[in-house]
């Protein structure tokens, strides 16, 4: 939607490409290239994915300065840095990175974002095998090697199967991350890879991992909106058009492979463009490259990327409870249909267009999605050997984020997350006919009011219920009105979660790629639900799954307590706290941070170069706070406050506006990370780790971390080998992280 018929973009039509070379390179020429690729990729808004498989785990001999590899973790980091970065002014990054499990660096992998301020700019999924699910259940060893995929291995190593299951499980449950991707389902269940020697090997998928891909390959997306086939929704006459639905399911195949030709010409544009730019060949050969190997990829298979939306809605309009048997089956039902309309719609594309050029029913002979299309109908199957199909695969099931926000139904598979929600609106000092609701820690008033889901005041109207009263209803009214409808008992977190993934299997037999689904879990859950789910997700043939606990990260998604705030917010600000002044040089210069403090520690902080003509602090002060202030035209500023040696009390005012607006800019940002209790020496940690373009910004970033170092309690440990030593035993003393093996400091 972004790209078609836009002639001042020149970008990819495609949602999801996944990159790797055809023979791995462990190399940093390699490593680096892939990075490279995935940046272009990136900037012609295109999410993408791929495996670090092929890179030699921590410690191995490497011939050049640095003796032994460092692993993978760091060449995650840089991927992930190359993502935010291109993730800029209108453009977007979304990348996938992906392991076996297989490989000696799991668990480092699995642990890689257990910090959240590192690898933020992308998802990343463990790839399982079998052997090694049957191994955790029965606790039994599993052995890893590198390469992951060789008879004579150059390492090799037996780990305790179990334990890194629940470690997974555990971080899953913590974080949210590492996704599980089943991936000798995938590649079990996989039509393209009958066609591995053709180049169409699976080896990653893209960043919400509903399409696993093969080096090269890349696909555009299209959903079917389910409610819109329910005739009569939400009565009890609601019933499924299946004749209409079969009907629009041709028309959307036809419409997927006119978009593949359409793709093909943006392709052809991006080529011509970077033939023409005015730089060396050898800075342009890359790119070209790329997008000659992304057009040969699609000239071959001619992917799609079909699937559905709205399937909450279309069950609640029916009757059916989500995640009950009945709606599981007939769910399965319209799946099932979708797909028998869809390879029927390729078949005859095949006989009019001609089939995908590497077509071979010899090689999907033996295929268990062939052979259940070949059981459901027969007859097409016949057709399909005879005439071929004009794609290689194409089915899916994607998140629909964005559109399921423009149709007002739910989104892919899911099910409604609430049906009524509440929302805060800020009350600005002009406004009419409001009231406060709620007022935050710096003053502001908020006005509560409650949003519905689209389809639920559908099902009051047609109910008969007064829906002008929404705006005003009670909650204890509104409350029996949501437990009166189809949605009660249906939502995100009242469903049987592992029926949910029962569900997920059931439908993947329907879908030739892979369904895109997140099991949204209260934030009370036990660890050992996590695990039955990811379990029980292997077990009914789900080809990956990812679960998100309430309140496990904070800032993504709040829960409102009955009776108090919301979790994670911050006690209100009082209008004056404990401050302290911490002075350091910074290169030549001498710095000063205000540091006002809550409980001993770190609430906010205000730094910068100090200016003498603005402010003169003596060297011994008494105490210190800092102080807000309301203004009278209603803005506010920070004052510090001091008695001095001599008992007098002065006060420096504005020191919000003491500093460069770039540096009040980021220190509110940082103050608001203090405020919600993020520990000291993580917040640093997401301090260094800010990638940032300007050098004034990053030696004010140096200065902030500088100041709230001596705030970190002597003793608090931190991951990381010491570099004298090599021990795993470092920790901070007086602000320094020091090693209490050799007593090495990075303080020098």
């Not at 800092?626 to 005012?653: A, H």
Request: aromatic residues 8%; charged residues 25%; glycine residues 8%.
């Amino acid at each position: 939607m972004t790209g078609i018929g836009n002639n001042f973009q020149v970008a990819s039509l495609s949602n999801c490409f996944v990159i790797g070379h055809k023979h791995p390179a462990d190399s940093y020429g390699g490593i680096f290239r892939i990075d490279e690729e995935q940046v272009q990729l990136m900037k012609r808004r295109g999410g993408v994915g791929h495996d670090l498989s092929h890179i030699r785990p921590t410690g191995s001999p490497v011939l050049n300065s640095a003796l032994t590899s460092t692993g993978i973790v760091p060449f995650m980091e840089r991927y992930s840095n190359s993502t935010r970065e291109v993730a800029q002014d209108g453009r977007r990054g979304a990348l996938m990175l992906t392991l076996s499990i297989k490989h000696p660096d799991a668990e480092r992998f699995i642990d890689a974002k257990v910090d959240t301020g590192k690898v933020t700019g992308a998802n990343v999924s463990i790839k399982i095998d079998d052997d090694f699910m049957r191994a955790a259940i029965d606790g039994k060893p599993y052995v890893q090697q590198f390469p992951i995929v060789s008879d004579h291995p150059m390492y090799r190593q037996e780990i305790d199967a179990r334990r890194l299951w629940n470690k997974i499980i555990h971080n899953a449950w913590k974080s949210a991350e590492p996704g599980v991707l089943f991936w000798d389902t995938v590649l079990r269940e996989s039509i393209p890879d009958c066609y591995a020697d053709e180049g169409f090997t699976t080896v990653s998928t893209n960043p919400c991992g509903e399409i696993p891909l093969c080096p090269y390959d890349s696909c555009r997306l299209l959903a079917v909106n389910l409610l819109s086939y329910v005739e009569h929704p939400f009565t009890p006459q609601a019933r499924f058009d299946f004749d209409l639905f079969r009907a629009h399911v041709d028309k959307a195949m036809r419409m997927m492979d006119d978009i593949i030709d359409l793709e093909l010409e943006k392709v052809e544009q991006i080529i011509h463009k970077i033939a023409n730019d005015p730089e060396d060949q050898d800075i342009r050969r890359v790119e070209l490259s790329l997008w000659e190997k992304i057009r040969a990829m699609a000239l071959k298979g001619r992917r799609t990327g079909l699937g559905i939306t709205a399937e909450g809605d279309m069950l609640a309009a029916l009757g059916l409870r989500y995640g009950t048997p009945e709606a599981i089956d007939f769910a399965v039902e319209v799946q099932k249909t979708l797909a028998l309309s869809a390879y029927r719609a390729s078949v005859r594309m095949a006989r009019e267009r001609g089939a995908f050029p590497v077509y071979d029913a010899r090689k999907e002979a033996a295929n268990p999605m062939i052979l259940r299309i070949k059981e459901a109908d027969p007859e097409l199957y016949d057709e399909m050997v005879q005439y071929g199909r004009r794609n290689i695969a194409m089915l899916t099931i994607a998140p629909t984020g964005t559109t399921s926000l423009m149709s007002q139904t739910t989104s892919g598979i899911e099910p409604v997350f609430r049906p009524v929600y509440k929302r805060r609106r800020k009350i600005n000092p002009s406004d009419q006919d409001t009231h406060v609701d709620y007022v935050d820690e710096t003053g502001e008033k908020f006005q509560e009011y409650n949003v519905y889901h689209h389809n639920f005041v559908k099902w009051l109207d047609v109910n008969g219920y007064d829906t002008s009263r929404l705006d005003s209803i009670p909650d204890e009214e509104l409350k029996e009105w949501v437990e009166a409808s189809p949605y009660h008992g249906a939502t995100a977190n009242d469903i049987d979660w592992v029926a949910k993934v029962r569900m997920q299997g059931a439908i993947q037999k329907w879908v030739d790629h892979s369904i895109s689904v997140t099991v949204n879990l209260p934030n009370n859950v036990s660890e050992e639900l996590v695990a039955d789910v990811y379990r029980t997700a292997w077990e009914c043939g789900c080809k990956g799954v990812t679960v998100y606990r309430d309140g496990c990260r904070s800032g993504v998604l709040i829960e409102k307590k009955k009776g108090g705030e919301p979790e994670g917010h911050p006690l209100k600000r009082p209008r004056s706290i404990p401050a302290d002044i911490v002075r350091f040089k910074n290169g030549n210069e001498d710095w000063i941070a205000f540091v006002g403090l809550q409980d001993g520690r770190p609430y906010e902080i205000f730094t910068g170069k100090i200016e003498e003509d603005a402010m003169y602090i003596p060297r011994k002060i008494d105490k210190g706070y800092i102080i807000k202030v309301r203004e009278e035209d209603g803005s506010k500023r920070y004052d510090f406050q001091y008695v001095d040696r001599y008992g007098y009390t002065n006060t420096i005012g504005g020191i919000s506006r003491l500093f460069d607006e770039e540096f009040w800019n980021y220190a509110k940002l940082i103050s608001g990370v203090l405020r919600h209790g993020m520990p000291i020496e993580k917040t640093v940690s997401l301090i260094e780790s800010l990638h940032l373009n300007s050098e004034s910004i990053n030696t004010w970033k140096t200065g902030v971390c500088r100041a709230l170092k001596q705030y970190i309690r002597n003793g608090t440990k931190s991951k990381g080998k010491c570099p004298s030593c090599g021990q795993e035993n470092m920790a901070y003393q007086n602000g320094c992280l020091t090693c209490m093996s050799c007593g090495y400091s990075k303080c020098g």
